[in-house]
């Protein structure tokens, strides 16, 4: 019998907001193989007390982004009911498995009860996975005694390149959730004190996490950077990394530790810039993209890059990264340790 996984946060609420995810689904599908997954078709709609009505019929519980349960409605109530459930997981003999997406959090609101859940998942949590470097000395920092659990395995990534002409639009195109701590504002505004704004074609396209923040943002837009707020299709995706001479990365914030936007971008094919923490040094250290460890000196990076006249200098290793790092080899890799 396949051993039988309950899968945290499984919700429609992001995706009915724009601000869907991916990342649950492709586990769920390259995961399939060799565990059934029981929550599958019935997303929560009681946050973590969901789980009670499947304690009989699990073996593994996968928590991911567990650290934001305190700022969901009723989170204060949900993360004193998690903190309770440890000992009903060993009653049933349920074991959890946690992967570490980030350092803590991007936002400071309840960041005592994030702490407190961080700390509670180190000690408490049978498997620990992340998917950069840095999240192994971030765990052992916190609670030494959790190395021996912790497994760095890079973010799986799909390769959806394609062969095509390049003609060039943009110098710099930046995607994905648009969200303050991904500090495209200081970027802008650093281009802005330096007089540097038309110095680049920039596109700057996503769903925006507030509406302040989008109205904020658009006061940087002229004839060369172009704000908008909305989804991307995948199709319309492709086209624009295709168009654009680098995917930008601005994340200033210590919270990172990995992006699935990040990998995404490389499956696309993207050159990639971004700043020198967490997978983004990582894939830097494996001669995948170019890192920045401040804006000074940002701008001589891209002006690197966006005058490159060899642009697969790097796609032996990048061809490499993909074929180790794909959504099956990664579900074949948690299985050979915790199956």
């Keep these: ?37 029981v929550n599958k078709d019935k997303p929560s709609k009681y946050g973590i007390f969901d789980l009670l009505k499947f304690l009989k019929r699990t073996d593994y519980i996968f928590f991911n982004w567990i650290e934001k349960l305190p700022g969901n409605k009723g989170g204060i109530i949900q993360t004193l009911f998690l903190f309770f459930l440890f000992p009903v997981f060993r009653l049933f003999n349920i074991k959890v498995v946690w992967t570490m997406h980030n350092k803590l959090t991007h936002s400071t609101d309840y960041l005592f009860l994030k702490k407190a859940i961080f700390k509670t998942m180190l000690k408490k949590a049978d498997y620990i996975f992340t998917h950069s470097s840095d999240g192994i000395n971030f765990g052992t920092g916190l609670v030494p005694d959790s190395r021996k659990k912790i497994h760095y395995l890079p973010h799986p990534v799909k390769d959806r390149r394609r062969k095509n002409e390049t003609v060039y639009i943009y110098d710099i195109l930046i995607w994905g959730t648009i969200s303050p701590y991904k500090g495209i504002d ?8 330096n007089k540097l704004q038309h110095k680049y074609k920039i596109l700057i396209i996503g769903k925006f996490t507030s509406e302040n923040y989008s109205e904020y943002l658009s006061g940087y837009s002229n004839e060369n950077i172009l704000i908008k707020d909305e989804f991307i299709e995948n199709d319309i995706l492709i086209e624009l990394i295709e168009q654009s001479k680098i995917v930008l990365f601005t994340y200033s914030h210590s919270s990172i530790l ?24 990582d894939l830097a250290k494996e001669g995948i993209m170019q890192t920045f460890s401040g804006f000074e000196e940002l701008v001589s990076v891209i002006d690197k890059q966006i005058s490159r006249e060899d642009k697969n200098s790097n796609e032996e290793k990048i061809n490499k990264f993909l074929t180790e790092n794909s959504w099956e080899k990664y579900a074949k890799k948690v299985y050979k340790i915790i199956g």
Excluded: C, H
Aim: hydrophobic share 40%.
């Design 1 to 37: 019998m396949q051993n039988r996984i309950y899968i945290y946060p499984l919700t429609s609420k992001f995706e009915k907001l724009g601000l869907y995810n991916p990342y649950i689904n492709d586990l769920i599908d390259s995961f399939s193989r060799y565990f059934k997954f």
């Design 186 to 193: 200081n970027f802008l505004k650093f281009l802005f004190e």
């Design 258 to 281: 990995s992006s699935g936007v990040l990998m995404d971008s490389l499956g696309y094919g993207a050159n990639i810039v971004g700043p020198d923490v967490g997978a983004f040094a």
